[in-house]
């Protein structure tokens, strides 16, 4: 069973940085890839940083320059560094790996477990 617990969302002023964190448990975490997806109100899920067993990493336009996933597979943690934070990245925030280890790490469609997510809020 897998299990992904995702940590240390919450408010945050526009052009402040905050890390959030993702536990992950019940198979070989070095094994699959690992990546960062975000839902806003009224919007569609947008997978925002993936990275792959080997360390490749994706970042949404959006975020580019600004984020930074990365991996401990000693930890079985991904994070995702997010620094100069606008409104807009106002989002739930879930962790979330491929079912299957040869899934690519880029694209939304390859990420079948998810967390329970975690709140990401930027004031402006």
């Known amino acids: 069973q897998v299990q992904l617990v995702e940590s240390g969302g919450g408010l945050v002023q526009a052009g402040g940085s905050l890390r959030i964190s993702c536990a992950a448990s019940g198979r070989t975490f070095s094994s699959y890839a690992m990546g960062w997806l975000r839902q806003a109100p009224g919007k569609e899920r947008e997978l925002v940083a993936g990275i792959s067993i080997s360390g490749s990493t994706y970042y949404a336009d959006s975020v580019k320059g600004r984020f930074t996933i990365s991996r401990d597979n000693a930890k079985n943690t991904v994070y995702l560094q997010m620094n100069s934070l606008k409104p807009e990245d106002t989002a739930v925030y879930y962790c979330?790996?491929?079912?299957?280890?040869?899934?690519?790490?880029?694209?939304?469609?390859?990420?079948?477990?998810w967390g329970q997510g975690t709140q990401v809020t930027v004031s402006s």
């Open positions: 979330a790996t491929p079912k299957y280890t040869y899934y690519y790490y880029a694209a939304l469609c390859s990420y079948g477990y």
